[in-house]
């Protein structure tokens, strides 16, 4: 999936009614295939973007056309369709449901697609082989311990063949060599066409990906594609 984000703004406000301003201007675009690492330091609006992006919060102004689709101005119930359909999530927290066994969990998108998905459903068992969680189908998260809740969350974004995965910190709970196994599937994902978001602090992480972009006080500050002379 493609990512064309014009001059993107929004703004919160805090407890006592005070503007937070979040995004400041965000400029950026992301081909279809390229593993995109997104940092800075915290509050700078990583997650704010990935939001924004992922149709899961509106901007206050500006445009966000995901492959050509001015999808920020789409009516909820379409936006919720479209996030079901094309994107995957992984959240900074897993929100996964405690009283749904591993299994379900990853099989939740499926029961919320009303319409048939873009690319056919992945097999939940392949998907948990596939990041290190294979026989723990029938266990349920309050028996997992953090790193591999993450990655129960890493399956579960994937489980619709999903085109767009945006990632805020999916690797922050595991342990080097997991972070590995997590990071060589998105690398393998992004070579087969998919479209791959991803926030870290850890510099090491960031440089698996293909592209890095640094962000602070809401906008996008440097972009390694800029140096190579393609388009931001
Ligand atoms: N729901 C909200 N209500 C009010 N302010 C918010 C809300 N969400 C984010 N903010 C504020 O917007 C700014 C950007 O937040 P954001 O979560 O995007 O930062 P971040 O870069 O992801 O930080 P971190 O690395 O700590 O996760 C921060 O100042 C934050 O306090
Ligand atoms: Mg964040």
């Keep these: 999936m493609q990512i064309e984000a014009h001059d993107l703004y929004k703004t919160y406000r805090d407890s006592r009614g005070q ?3 979040a995004l400041c201007g ?3 675009h992301v081909g279809a295939g390229e ?3 997104v940092s800075g330091p915290s ?3 990583k997650s704010t973007l990935l939001n924004v992006l992922g149709c899961l919060d509106r901007p206050d102004r500006g445009s966000c056309r995901l492959d050509g689709e001015e999808v920020a101005a789409w009516p909820e119930t379409r936006r919720a ?8 999530f992984v959240f900074q927290s897993f ?3 405690p009283f749904l066994s591993v299994k379900d969990n990853v099989e939740l998108p499926l029961l919320y697609a009303h ?3 873009a690319a056919p459903p992945l097999n939940v068992s392949d998907l948990l082989t596939a990041v290190g969680l294979a026989g723990t189908e029938e266990r349920y998260p309050t028996e997992l311990s953090g790193g591999q809740q993450q990655r129960v969350a890493v399956a579960r974004a994937l489980v619709l ?3 767009l995965l945006l990632a805020d910190e999916p690797t922050g709970n595991l342990d080097p060599a997991t972070a590995q196994t997590i990071l060589d599937l998105f690398a393998d994902l992004a070579r087969r066409g998919r479209t791959i978001l991803l926030v870290t602090h850890d510099p090491a992480v960031a440089g698996r990906a293909s592209r890095q972009l640094r962000m602070a006080g809401g906008k996008i500050v440097h972009d390694t594609a800029d140096q190579l002379g393609a388009p931001a």
């Design 19 to 21: 503007p937070v301003q």
């Design 95 to 97: 929100h996964l449901l």
């Design 26 to 28: 965000v400029d950026v």
């Design 81 to 88: 369709a479209f996030r079901n359909r094309r994107l995957g």
């Design 35 to 37: 593993f995109v690492a």
């Design 43 to 45: 509050g700078c609006g």
């Design 161 to 163: 063949g999903a085109d």
């Design 115 to 117: 319409e048939r998905p």
